[in-house]
């Protein structure tokens, strides 16, 4: 075993509409399927990133909220305390992490000092009108996505876990689904899960 258990600008719209968009769960990001691509902005550097700049790493996407109690850092719950440490440990195996966020409600500077408050240790980018979202059919904070090295294939859409009772529970549960993923990811081996429920707040989206 790996690890513990504690283991702004976008990419042109056309490219998106003119992705092949076949019958599946998802509306515009399937598994299996080359990873929708981007460029966003770090709400931290003001710097454009894109998901090919961390082609030869596995990338973990997630959607963040500020304010939802089932993502922000505090003290008794919510999976940012668990997010933190982990993205720091995986780093260590060619794992990054990369936080988008799409709410209307959660500007650039508030975002901002929430990333510097509590030293996030990876990016957040920030999604004007949910565009990204839209395309991967993100729905909650958080929302997790595996991102293949090289290819960057979407491996794996869903939650963190079994869906815990509340938020002071997040990141307890006995059964995990994230951390299975990227174990047998790294090793080569078949993943035990592909698609699984997210759970948090909904995304605030502009439209």
Not at 56 to 64: A, E, N, P, R
Not at 160 to 179: C, K
Request: proline share 7%; net charge negative; aromatic share 8%.
């Amino acid at each position: 075993m790996i690890f513990g258990k504690t283991l702004g600008s976008l990419f042109a719209l056309v490219a998106v509409l003119g992705l092949a968009l076949p019958a599946a769960a998802h509306e515009g990001a399937h598994i299996g399927d080359a990873a929708p691509p981007f460029e966003l902005t770090d709400v931290s550097t003001g710097e454009t990133v894109a998901l090919s700049d961390y082609s030869d790493k596995l990338v973990v996407l997630v959607w963040q909220s500020i304010h939802c109690p089932w993502d922000k850092m505090r003290d008794d719950g919510g999976y940012q305390r668990v997010l933190s440490p982990l993205a720091e440990e995986w780093a260590e195996n060619d794992v990054q992490f990369i936080a988008i966020n799409s709410n209307k409600s959660e500007t650039v500077e508030q975002i901002a000092s929430y990333a510097k408050q509590h030293a996030i240790p990876y990016p957040i980018l920030k999604d004007p009108g949910n565009v990204i979202a839209d395309v991967y059919d993100a729905q909650t904070t958080p929302h997790f996505y595996v991102i293949s090295q090289g290819e960057q294939e979407l491996l794996y859409a869903g939650g963190f876990e079994q869906v815990p009772p509340s938020p002071a529970t997040a990141g307890e549960m006995d059964v995990e689904y994230l951390t299975p993923v990227v174990l047998a990811a790294l090793n080569g081996t078949e993943l035990p899960y592909t698609e699984t429920k997210s759970k948090g707040c909904s995304i605030k989206r502009a439209n």
